[in-house]
């Protein structure tokens, strides 16, 4: 299968009026991006849905792959919730990336509130394609 990027990606697509539209500031197998959690994004009342701080921190592993010229697809990824996140409060996702063996790349990513309090924590295997 050929990944080609059509500017819709739910993250990063600005061609997805539905998506996040969020902008990466990535170099050297490192990626980060702020966001700013809307309610249309919640779980229970008032915190950010488990779900999407999963999909922020697979998405930042990708864009650090990315920064190194790499095209990858996560395989695994396994998330430690550590806090809720409040709707309305501003949030840091970073992600840092290195080739393991053969086609397979390791990944390690965060969320935190801008005051650093750790929100969730990722592993991650990705797969260049």
């Known amino acids: ?13 600005k061609g997805n009026p539905h998506g ?11 990626a980060s991006t ?8 919640q779980g229970y009342r008032g915190i ?6 999963s999909t922020l921190i697979d998405e930042a592993a990708v864009k650090a ?7 990858a697809v996560t395989v695994e990824l396994r998330v430690r919730f550590r806090n809720p996140l409040i709707i309305g409060n501003p ?3 970073e992600a840092t990336v290195r ?16 005051d650093g309090t750790l929100v969730a924590e990722g592993e991650l295997k990705l797969f260049r394609r």
């Not at 996040?20 to 490192?30: E, I, M, P, Q, W």
């Not at 702020?34 to 994004?41: E, T």
């Not at 950010?48 to 701080?53: F, N, P, T, V």
């Open 1 to 13: 299968m050929e990944l080609t990027d059509d500017g819709t990606c739910f993250v990063c697509g």
């Open 20 to 30: 996040l539209r969020l902008d990466f500031r990535a170099s050297n197998g490192h």
């Open 34 to 41: 702020v966001y700013l959690p809307d309610k249309r994004h």
């Open 48 to 53: 950010l849905h488990g779900g999407l701080i």
């Open 65 to 71: 792959a990315s920064s190194l010229g790499i095209q």
């Open 91 to 93: 949030c840091e996702i």
């Open 99 to 114: 080739p393991l063996r053969g086609r397979l790349i390791a990944g390690t990513a965060t969320v935190k509130k801008t």
